[in-house]
């Protein structure tokens, strides 16, 4: 009798396990949709004004910025930035002191790299990324799976790559 209660146990643990571990497919296209209905949701209800959308990034120019070179992908940025999940109060990352941080543009999520070219040097940008085009269905400190990303970002400095003449 204990043994087939033993037994019993073993075979729900093993199918509760089992029945954990499978992963839902990832469907990229249709997770985008439905971020992009969000965003587009959220932006009539909330009254934002003259927002447009680049390769699936939706974004307001706050202040484009001075300069004529377009800010490249091997550019390194100094900037100040808050990112929140889209509707939260509380921002997941914040740099808003005296010191900028500072990235390698193509190092950072595909949003930033979809976005942040489309100001210049000083500019300030709005960026609401859907999740495929940040960290998709992975949860990533505090930010949940499948997470749309609201960004502020002021460019501070931007140092272009110097090119190697052989």
Excluded: H
């Amino acid at each position: 009798m204990l043994k087939n209660k033993i037994l019993l146990v073993a075979v729900a643990f093993a199918g509760i396990i089992s029945s954990c571990s499978k992963d839902t497919p990832y469907d990229k296209s249709a997770q985008f949709k439905i971020d992009s209905a969000l965003i587009e949701k959220y932006i009539v209800n909330n009254g934002i004004k003259d927002v447009k959308k680049e390769k699936g990034v939706f974004y307001k120019i706050v202040n484009q910025g001075t300069g004529t070179d377009q800010i490249a992908l091997t550019d390194t940025l100094a900037l100040f930035y808050d990112g929140r999940v889209l509707g939260a109060v509380k921002a997941f990352d914040s740099v808003a002191t005296v010191t900028p941080r500072s990235f390698v543009l193509k190092n950072v999520i595909l949003g930033w790299q979809i976005g942040v070219p489309l100001v210049k040097n000083g500019g300030r940008i709005r960026l609401i990324i859907p999740s495929t085009l940040a960290y998709i269905n992975r949860p990533i400190g505090l930010i949940p799976a499948n997470s749309i990303l609201d960004f502020n970002i002021n460019i501070n400095q931007v140092t272009k790559t110097k090119t190697i003449t052989p």
